[in-house]
């Protein structure tokens, strides 16, 4: 059956934000699960987290970068039309249970995941401070959103245009300094990022999870195209996470098996804007 496009709202020149008619996901998913869409019958498929649900209309909002072909064939989409297929929620939820002050890291449009979290934690009387990040002001999202649900929230750019100057590693490392007693970090955005906020944590003894989201294409565990390795462990971030503990990570193989598809990944997005003029 088709999905229909409830809404469709630019938050920044890349990024953008749908709901989707998808009652059955909505009544179920919680926060950390994502779906698998493909656009067309023709398609690929392509996880996206669960940015929000409404499960009183029935929708399931998602949040995602204009990168890639898929991507830019489901920003082309306009309020009303529809996407063939919608699968979810897959994915374990992320554990929030007993967690009394968390420290919730986003990067980039990985605030999209981070965000669903730190609504979580808020609801269940948590302490949450959000640090986000992103390279200048024109690409900030959802900071209404965050301050909403946030009882701190510290904004960082690269070049200093908007909030503070440098990484979310110097505000945590700052914030963790000043006194702040974490029972978690939750980390999510570029796998760089959160190499370096587990690394930071490690350093303190502060648990930290982080989200992954590597190559995937079933999202059951059937294909193994999302494998990682955890602990010296082989996992499937489709089944087994896609929170993992971010101390036990080897992120070096993550990222050079995340871009192993990059050449052909470029190719296909140039086709597509050479053909449709995008």
Same mark, same amino acid.
């Given at each position: 059956?088709?999905?229909?496009?409830?809404?469709?709202?630019?938050?920044?020149?890349?990024?953008?934000?749908?709901?989707?008619?998808?009652?059955?996901?909505?009544?179920?998913?919680?926060? =950390?699960?994502?779906?698998?869409?493909? @656009?067309?019958?023709?398609?690929?498929?392509?996880?996206?987290?669960?940015?929000?649900?409404?499960?009183?209309? =029935?929708?399931?909002?998602?949040?995602?970068?204009?990168?890639?072909?898929?991507?830019?064939?489901?920003?082309?989409?306009?309020?009303?039309?529809?996407?063939? +297929?919608?699968?979810?929620?897959?994915?374990?939820?992320?554990?929030?249970?007993?967690?009394?002050?968390?420290? &919730?890291?986003?990067?980039?449009?990985?605030?999209?995941?981070?965000?669903? &979290?730190?609504?979580?934690?808020?609801?269940?009387? %948590?302490? @949450?401070?959000?640090?986000? =990040? !992103?390279?200048?002001? +024109?690409? &900030?999202?959802?900071?209404?959103?965050?301050?909403?649900?946030?009882?701190?929230?510290?904004?960082?750019?690269?070049?200093?245009?908007? =909030? #503070?100057?440098?990484?979310?590693? +110097?505000?945590?490392?700052?914030?963790?300094? /000043?006194? #702040?007693?974490?029972? /978690?970090?939750?980390?999510?955005?570029?796998?760089? *990022? *959160?190499?370096?906020?587990?690394?930071?944590?490690?350093?303190?003894?502060?648990?930290?999870?982080?989200? *992954?989201?590597?190559?995937?294409?079933?999202?059951?565990? *059937? %294909?193994?195209? %999302?494998?990682?390795?955890?602990?010296?462990?082989?996992?499937?971030?489709?089944?087994?996470?896609?929170? !993992?503990?971010?101390?036990?990570?080897?992120?070096?193989?993550?990222?050079?098996?995340?871009?192993?598809?990059?050449?052909?990944?470029?190719?296909?997005?140039?086709?597509? %804007?050479?053909?449709?003029?995008?």
């Amino acid at each position: 059956m088709p999905y229909k496009i409830l809404k469709r709202e630019e938050l920044n020149p890349q990024v953008i934000r749908m709901e989707i008619d998808a009652p059955l996901v909505a009544k179920k998913a919680q926060a =950390g699960q994502f779906i698998i869409l493909r @656009v067309d019958d023709v398609g690929e498929r392509i996880p996206l987290t669960v940015a929000d649900t409404d499960p009183g209309r =029935g929708s399931v909002t998602i949040i995602f970068q204009t990168v890639g072909k898929t991507t830019l064939k489901l920003g082309a989409k306009s309020e009303g039309d529809t996407i063939a +297929d919608f699968v979810g929620p897959l994915g374990r939820a992320t554990e929030t249970e007993g967690l009394k002050k968390v420290a &919730v890291i986003g990067g980039g449009v990985g605030c999209a995941i981070a965000y669903p &979290v730190a609504k979580k934690l808020s609801s269940i009387g %948590c302490t @949450v401070h959000s640090i986000v =990040g !992103f390279r200048n002001k +024109d690409l &900030v999202i959802l900071e209404k959103e965050f301050r909403e649900v946030s009882d701190r929230y510290v904004l960082t750019s690269d070049d200093g245009s908007v =909030g #503070e100057k440098g990484l979310v590693t +110097d505000a945590l490392k700052r914030l963790i300094e /000043e006194g #702040e007693a974490y029972d /978690e970090v939750i980390a999510i955005g570029p796998l760089i *990022m *959160m190499k370096f906020v587990a690394r930071l944590t490690k350093e303190y003894g502060i648990k930290t999870v982080v989200s *992954m989201n590597p190559i995937m294409i079933d999202g059951t565990g *059937m %294909c193994g195209g %999302c494998r990682l390795s955890v602990g010296g462990e082989t996992k499937f971030a489709c089944v087994d996470g896609p929170d !993992f503990d971010g101390h036990q990570v080897d992120f070096d193989e993550a990222m050079a098996r995340n871009a192993a598809y990059r050449d052909f990944e470029t190719r296909e997005r140039d086709e597509y %804007c050479r053909l449709y003029g995008k």
